[in-house]
């Protein structure tokens, strides 16, 4: 069993950037795809970006392509989402998963472990 804690939400003007990070508990994080999703207020929860067990792969929605970037260090258990060039419509509470058999998930189901999340608000 893995359980994950996000951090590094918070405010920041449009056109800021912020860090998240996801800290993994257990001895086999790099057993896990990993997963950022994101869900705004009345909306369903979606695919952010994902990566590989190995951190060579990674995986985007378009939306995000070229302003966010995902990474991750294996041996701190943790994944990380940079995201650059924020805007107001990024608002969102955040949330890391772990996936123990998929790879380039990009649908909630196919997650076996979730964070409680963290909360991102981009002020115009």
């Known amino acids: 069993q893995v359980q994950l804690v996000e951090s590094g939400g918070g405010l920041v003007q449009a056109g800021g950037s912020l860090r998240l990070s996801c800290s993994a508990s257990?001895?086999?994080?790099?057993?896990?795809?990993m997963g950022w999703f994101r869900q705004a207020p009345g909306k369903e929860r979606e695919f952010v970006a994902g990566?590989?067990?190995?951190?060579?792969?990674?995986y985007y929605a378009d939306s995000m392509k070229g302003r966010f970037t995902i990474f991750r260090d294996n041996a701190k258990n943790t994944v990380y989402l940079q995201m650059n060039s924020l805007k107001p419509e990024d608002t969102a509470i955040y949330f890391c998963a772990a996936s123990r058999f998929s790879t380039g998930a990009t649908t909630p189901r196919l997650y076996d472990y979730w964070g409680q999340g963290t909360q991102v608000t981009v002020s115009s």
């Open positions: 990566i590989s067990r190995t951190g060579g792969s990674t």
């Open positions: 257990g001895r086999t994080f790099d057993n896990y795809y």
